[in-house]
């Protein structure tokens, strides 16, 4: 009669002639993480950027508001302080703009740079990698070889 063989003791076995290397993972790992903590950078950079324009954009409005709001002496004066208020509106959202422009502009050029440095990196590591592997496979087959 036939005997039939042990499954789990054959995956074992062929699963122990194909090394595995942990450290390649484990530097991918930190790769994957040092690339995230830059890229958490540069967006909590763009972020404080924007909010300090924000932040210096809405008190010029309202410092030009309370011109705007005091008592005048004639109604006509009510039409030109609001016709300032718009005119000097209008200027300084451009300018502002034309700042947060700049910020989306420079999270951009870093976005790219860094997706850039990690592109070559990861390719640097796969072609380590590979070589390894296959330096460890033609050990691995020259030692099963020999056995035989």
Do not use: C
Not at 18 to 47: C, H, I, R, W, Y
Not at 66 to 87: G, L, N, V
């Amino acid at each position: 009669m036939a005997k039939t063989q042990d499954m789990n003791t054959m995956m074992k076995d062929m699963m122990g002639a194909f090394p595995v290397d942990t450290k390649s993972m484990e530097d991918a790992f930190k790769n994957q993480a040092a690339l995230s903590e830059k890229l958490s950078g540069v967006a909590l950079s763009a972020a404080e950027k924007s909010a300090e324009i924000s932040s210096a954009w809405t008190k010029s409005t309202l410092e030009k508001m309370q011109d705007m709001a005091k008592a005048k002496s004639e109604p006509a004066d009510y039409a030109k302080a609001m016709s300032e208020f718009a005119s000097s509106n209008a200027e300084v959202t451009a300018e502002h703009m034309a700042a947060f422009a700049e910020v989306a502009k420079k999270v951009q050029m870093d976005t790219v740079e860094l997706m850039m440095s990690a592109g070559r990196d990861m390719q640097e590591d796969a072609s380590k990698a590979v070589k390894k592997a296959t330096d460890d496979m033609s050990a691995a087959a020259k030692k099963a070889g020999t056995k035989s």
